[in-house]
């Protein structure tokens, strides 16, 4: 995995993480291998990304991007964090990087910004996987939620075991014991003198999140014309109902769902969200 500095429309730096030695092949001939970008939701970090993007490397230029605010990405202090800017960082890494015509995979608000920026650059996009986001308005009550639960973290943690912990069993929010959500949150602390830490600001991820809970996002959804998969864990916050909707409204939506696996689909059944996308991603490349 090798790093390389994208710079946003507004002179915010953005991490890359490529997950292969480029340039790649496809079939040993002269085409370049087709591009994939992942992006993470809120909080996470690319680095959520390597099992899916160790395997998507094989056959693809697999990137994952770090989105302002987030991993090693620059955090200012007062943004933006908006949707507009989130989706120009994206359309930014896929131009700057030549990954276009791209495959957007996102995760929670990643998957929110892939949809968008397949609505605004047709001709960047050549694909997109939605995992696990709603295009309903979420409203104020979860906005509420999310200040409450972000003020009842036990920060700072005295170990990434306490951090674990906590996340996979300890947490309010968490209905039975998940040891892959208290991974998936370890690898989002760094250690301070006091003890371990978020490497995210909790205000900036509330900055980020009041500027898309209030609105639906129908609108952007069926204005994507490229192939498009809905991919919902049964445990995770998409319902059935309304990803079943979300494929309707999609000019060409496909679904698949993950047995077993809550919101984070990707970390908590690794191969079966391998299972899930790759006949998707095949018939893609195919074309």
């Not at 890494?93 to 929110?112: K, R």
């Not at 995770?236 to 309707?248: F, P, T």
């Not at 679904?255 to 996308?277: G, M, N, S």
């Amino acid at each position: 995995m090798r790093r390389i500095d994208v710079t946003g429309p507004d002179g915010v730096r953005l991490a890359a993480w490529e997950f292969a030695d480029p340039p790649k092949e496809r079939g040993g001939g002269p085409d370049p291998a087709p591009g994939v970008l992942l992006l993470h939701g809120l909080m996470g970090r690319a680095s959520h990304w390597a099992s899916t993007a160790r395997w998507l490397s094989e056959r693809h230029r697999a990137v994952a991007l770090d989105q302002r605010g987030h991993g090693r990405s620059d955090k200012p202090a007062h943004g933006p964090y908006t949707r507009e800017a989130y989706v120009a960082d994206a359309e930014a890494a896929v131009v700057q990087l030549g990954l276009g015509p791209v495959t957007l995979i996102g995760h929670s608000m990643g998957a929110l910004t892939a949809w968008q920026l397949a609505a605004k650059r047709p001709d960047l996009v050549r694909a997109v996987i939605i995992c696990d986001m709603r295009a309903s308005a979420l409203g104020i009550a979860s906005q509420r939620e999310w200040e409450d639960w972000f003020k009842s973290w036990p920060v700072p943690f005295a170990t990434l075991a306490d951090v674990r912990k906590w996340f996979g069993e300890d947490d309010p929010w968490v209905e039975r014991p998940n040891p892959a959500r208290g991974e998936f949150y370890a690898e989002v602390m760094a250690e301070r003198s006091d003890g371990w830490r978020p490497v995210f600001s909790r205000r900036q991820m509330l900055m980020s999140r009041e500027t898309w809970v209030y609105d639906a996002h129908w609108d952007d959804l069926a204005q994507v014309q490229c192939p498009a998969l809905v991919v919902r864990g049964l445990d995770g916050e998409l319902g059935r109902a309304e990803s079943q909707e979300m494929v309707r409204v999609l000019p060409r939506g496909q679904y698949a769902e993950v047995a077993d696996a809550a919101h984070l689909v990707h970390y908590d059944q690794p191969e079966a969200w391998r299972a899930a996308i790759e006949p998707f991603l095949d018939a893609v490349a195919a074309k």
